[in-house]
Every structure is written in C-alpha cells, then in structure tokens.
C-alpha cells in the first residue's frame, strides 16, 4: 500500500507564508501526477495545483503568483509554498499522487489521497 502524510499547516496571518509538504511512502514505482487540493467551510474541494513528473504545471487562478508547486522525486515529495495568504485561502489542503507501486510480484496504479492538513488564515 501507499501512504500520503501531509504537514506544514496552521495558522497565520494575512500576508503570511506557510510551506506544506507531502510525502509518499510505501514500494512505490514511480509517481506521474501529484496535486494538492483545498476545501474550504461549505464549499466543494478544488484543485490548487498540480505538477507532472515531466515538469508541467498548472495553478488555480485563485492562487497563480502567490502559490508555488515543486516535488523532489528522490524524496516521493511534494511541495506547496504559499505566500501572501489571503483569509479566503482558509481550507483544508489535501495531497494527491497517482502512484505505480508493488503488491508483491505485482505492480499496481493507485489514485492517492493525504489525509488534509488545516491552514486558517486569520487576523
């Protein structure tokens, strides 16, 4: 099985700046996708970033120059670094990888979730 953990979150203040990471863990193969996602108080979980093994990356619009996605491969990590947070940035963020892993002699694909890690931005 794989596992996502993530950390880095709290609280801060507006204008502020927190780091979250996300790491894999498991007989991982190899990790194409990673992504984090956010869900805020009563609304529908959205995608924030997303960055392919090839080097590609995509933001929200919401979070484009304020927000930066990165992964260390070696490390099966991913990264968020945000700054200039806003309140409407409060959410819950979760990490995501679409991840190739070993199941004995077998190599299996999964859609992995984190956990989510709290970010409350707040005066």
């Known amino acids: 099985q794989v596992t996502l953990v993530e950390s880095g979150g709290g609280l801060v203040q507006p204008g502020g700046s927190l780091r979250l990471s996300c790491a894999a863990s498991?007989?991982?193969?190899?990790?194409?996708?990673m992504a984090w996602y956010r869900q805020a108080p009563g609304k529908e979980r959205e995608l924030v970033a997303v960055?392919?093994?090839?080097?590609?990356?995509n933001y929200a619009d919401s979070v484009k120059g304020r927000f930066t996605i990165s992964r260390d491969n070696a490390k099966n990590t991913v990264y968020l670094e945000m700054n200039s947070l806003k309140p409407e940035d409060t959410a819950v963020y979760y990490c995501n990888a679409d991840v190739k892993f070993y199941d004995g002699n077998y190599l299996r694909r999964n859609d992995c979730w984190g956990q989510g890690t709290q970010v409350t931005v707040s005066s």
């Open positions: 960055i392919i093994n090839g080097g590609s990356i």
């Open positions: 498991g007989s991982i193969f190899s990790i194409n996708v």
